[in-house]
Nanobody
């Protein structure tokens, strides 16, 4: 029903910036809480940030606070994750996920992920 598509991943040097996008068709993301998760090599998946249906941020991981920003562009039906001052430990597959109720660690819908590699 809800097909989420991430884009914007790639290779970037430490200290660089990257913006990830999460889009979908058929539904409006304004009706869903949208979270960004990531999974680093050899580690379990962790929550990065989440934006409520209201548009307010519900969560941001301490490891990225001050560097990453989650936002929503309703007109484009897109949720973004702006990543600045990237570090090697930010490397991983980033997933966007949607839930029709609230920000949760077990959202109902998941994208396939986009790879972010921070390396010199």
């Amino acid at each position: 029903q809800v097909q989420l598509v991430e884009s914007g991943g790639g290779l970037v040097q430490p200290g660089g910036s990257l913006t990830l996008s999460c889009t979908t068709s058929g539904v409006t993301l304004d009706d869903y809480a949208i979270g960004w998760f990531r999974q680093a090599p050899g580690k379990e998946r962790e929550g990065v940030s989440c934006i409520r249906i209201s548009g307010r941020r519900a969560y941001i991981a301490d490891s990225v606070k001050g560097r990453f920003t989650i936002s929503r562009d309703s007109a484009k039906n897109t949720v973004y994750l702006q990543m600045n001052r990237l570090k090697p430990e930010d490397t991983g597959v980033y997933y966007c996920a949607a839930d029709p109720n609230y920000c949760t660690v077990i959202p109902q819908y998941w994208g396939k992920g986009t790879l972010v590699t921070v390396s010199s």
